[in-house]
C-alpha cells in the first residue's frame, strides 16, 4: 500500500522538520553559563590570568594528585611566571576514554625552563555528576565549560596513570609566534 500525503500535509511535516532544529540551535545559543553551582573539587577554583608584556602570571595551576580509585587525594594550586619569549613550543595531547573513538584532547605549552602549562577546555562538572562527564549530555550542552590551566602532572598523570587512558601526546610543528598567539588565546579564554 502506497501511502500518498497531501501537499498541505507535507508541508506540515516540512515546517516541522524546520522549526524543531532551529528552536533548538536558539535555546542553546541563548543559554548563558554561571559560576553558581557546587562544583566538585577540581572545578571549585578558577585561574586567575594576567599579561603584562612579555610576562604571563597564573595564579591557581591546577596541581592536584588522585588515588587509584579518581578521587581527588591532594589539592594544590601553584602561582607560576611564565615568560612568552621562552615558550620552546606546543604539544597536543589526546586521552582516548571510551570506546568508538571518544577522546578528551588538551594542549601542553613548553617552555625553555622545561616547565609546561596545559589547557584543557573541560566539562565544569557539578558533585551531582557522581558517574562523571557523559557525551550525551555533553552533546546537548547540559555542562558549563571551564579552562582549565594545570600542571602535566594533574593532567597527564590523571588520565595516563590513573585511569589508565591511552595518552597520545603530538609535538606541533608551527612557528612559536603562531605557538604564543594560541597560548594568549586561551589565557584570554580563561580570563573571561
Avoid at 35 to 63: C, H, M, S
Avoid at 81 to 106: C, D
Amino acid at each position: 500500500m502506497v501511502l500518498l500525503l497531501t501537499m498541505n500535509t507535507r508541508r506540515k511535516i516540512l515546517l516541522l522538520l524546520t522549526l524543531v532544529p532551529s528552536a533548538w540551535v536558539v535555546l542553546m545559543a541563548i543559554k548563558t553559563p554561571s559560576n553558581d553551582a557546587a562544583w566538585q573539587t577540581q572545578f571549585q577554583i578558577l585561574p586567575e590570568v594576567e599579561l603584562e608584556g612579555d610576562y604571563i602570571r597564573v595564579k591557581n595551576v591546577r596541581d592536584f594528585r588522585y588515588r587509584a580509585d579518581d578521587v581527588v587525594a591532594k589539592v594544590r594550586y601553584v602561582d607560576q611566571r611564565y615568560q612568552l619569549s621562552e615558550l620552546e613550543g606546543a604539544w597536543y595531547g589526546v586521552s582516548h576514554f571510551g570506546e568508538n573513538g571518544l577522546a578528551h584532547v588538551f594542549l601542553s605549552f613548553e617552555f625553555t625552563d622545561n616547565t609546561f602549562l596545559v589547557v584543557s577546555i573541560e566539562a565544569r562538572l557539578e558533585e551531582q555528576d557522581v558517574s562523571g562527564y557523559n557525551p550525551i549530555k555533553g552533546l546537548f550542552r547540559r555542562y558549563t565549560k571551564t579552562v582549565v590551566l594545570a600542571t602535566e602532572q594533574d593532567v597527564i598523570g590523571l588520565r595516563s596513570h590513573v585511569r589508565g587512558e591511552p595518552v597520545y601526546l603530538y609535538n606541533l610543528e608551527i612557528p612559536k609566534l603562531y605557538s604564543a598567539a594560541l597560548l594568549i588565546n586561551f589565557l584570554r579564554e580563561a580570563q573571561s
